[in-house]
């Protein structure tokens, strides 16, 4: 008997093709696109052909040495994201090279888009980013706001692929982009390959109903590849469920592609939620085996207590100990990072392994 099924129904199944046309013209309201209407008629004959072929990847190559099955077709654009992540951790692990810090601003909002302001992650985010100026650090900023302001920039949401079975859940994701679906434009190849290079991490993020910006939170779901991800595709054929559950259950290693990174979190909110947010994302990045810089850069703090949302940057600029705290939290990342770096910290998960990895 079967240790398992794989269970079906749930898919709501395929668009009519009036449905299909409608949401595809829905990109063209603008009647600037008027005179070109034929021509997005036979745009959209193409894209429907797609969909109903599900040509998630209409450009493959054979995957080639180094796969367990080097004949099987791969993406060329989830192969070359591969080849990047791995030029970047022999980058990340040079110790000639000087130390990267991955800064991330989890705020959705900037003055680029109907806010019309700049946030105050953002602000806190500029000072830490000082602050490892001043360490002699490089510093990447993450300003995961152009998600809201910037063109056919997306984090598509994670698929759950993992809940199948930990082997179908590819490292780096494999289920974007999607052209069939028009799922494209997926920022998390690029960030994928920031967090590789750094050597710690500082997220820098407002608190949205008592949990952690959207944004942020698509960002943290779609790292779950880091996560005990399977860096070969061709192991289980792309998506076959069947097959990485019999991977999973003839015993799977769970690799934790970002242990060792160091981290540092600065939560803020205005009248509740700081804490725990804070002490959520602290959970996560030590549960992906990154290694928290000391309680210095653990920080959740209210700006505006209670006040007036029009004059919380205001409230902010009176808060001088707040810069202070957030450019300590920095130099407590530096120090950290630099010691497990040199070898003087040792990572205190050295040389023991999970009786129970998941």
């Given at each position: 008997m079967a240790l398992y099924t794989i269970r079906k129904g749930q898919g709501p199944g395929?668009?009519?093709?009036?449905?299909?046309?409608?949401?595809?013209?829905?990109?063209?309201?603008d009647p600037a696109f008027d005179p070109e209407r034929e021509s997005i008629a036979r745009l959209e004959s193409i894209a429907w052909e797609a969909y109903c072929d599900g040509r998630k990847a209409p450009s493959t190559v054979?995957?080639?040495p180094g796969f367990a099955d080097p004949a099987y077709?791969?993406?060329?654009?989830w192969l070359a994201t591969k080849r990047r992540l791995e030029?970047?951790?022999?980058?990340?692990?040079?110790?000639?090279?000087?130390?990267?810090?991955?800064?991330v601003t989890g705020s959705s909002?900037?003055?680029?888009?109907?806010?019309?302001?700049?946030?105050?992650?953002?602000?806190?985010?500029r000072a830490a980013i000082e602050a490892l100026g001043a360490e002699g650090v490089v510093a990447d900023h993450l300003d995961l706001s152009r998600l809201t302001s910037e063109y056919g920039r997306h984090i598509h949401p994670c698929k759950g692929c993992v809940?199948?079975?930990?082997?179908?859940?590819?490292w780096p994701c494999s289920c974007y982009p999607n052209h069939?679906?028009?799922?494209?434009?997926?920022?998390?190849?690029?960030?994928?390959?920031?967090?590789?290079?750094?050597?710690?991490?500082?997220?820098?993020?407002p608190v949205y109903w008592y949990m952690a910006s959207s944004p942020l939170k698509l960002m943290i779901d779609r790292l779950v590849c880091a996560d005990g991800g399977n860096p070969d595709p061709t192991r289980t054929h792309g998506k076959d469920p069947a097959r990485a559950k019999g991977i999973e259950?003839?015993?799977?290693?769970?690799?934790?592609?970002?242990?060792?990174?160091?981290?540092?979190?600065v939560v803020h909110g205005d009248v509740a939620g700081t804490e725990g947010v804070r002490r959520a994302l602290s959970d996560w990045l030590e549960w992906m085996g990154l290694v928290d810089a000391g309680s210095y850069a653990k920080l959740d703090r209210y700006i505006g207590y209670y006040a007036p949302y029009a004059t919380s940057h205001e409230a902010l600029d009176e808060d001088e100990a707040l810069f202070t705290e957030v450019k300590n939290a920095a130099r407590a990342l530096v120090r950290v990072t630099r010691d497990i770096r040199s070898g003087e910290t040792r990572r205190p998960e050295r040389g023991l392994s999970r009786p129970r990895p998941k």
């Open positions: 395929k668009l009519s093709r009036e449905e299909f046309g409608r949401r595809f013209r829905e990109r063209f309201v054979p995957a080639g077709p791969v993406s060329t654009e030029s970047a951790q022999r980058q990340h692990d040079d110790r000639t090279t000087s130390t990267r810090i991955l800064v909002r900037n003055d680029d888009t109907c806010p019309s302001e700049m946030s105050k992650s953002w602000r806190l985010s809940s199948t079975a930990m082997p179908l859940c590819h069939s679906l028009g799922q494209v434009n997926d920022a998390m190849a690029e960030i994928y390959e920031r967090w590789v290079l750094a050597h710690g991490v500082m997220i820098v993020t259950l003839a015993g799977w290693s769970y690799p934790q592609h970002l242990a060792g990174r160091t981290f540092a979190v």
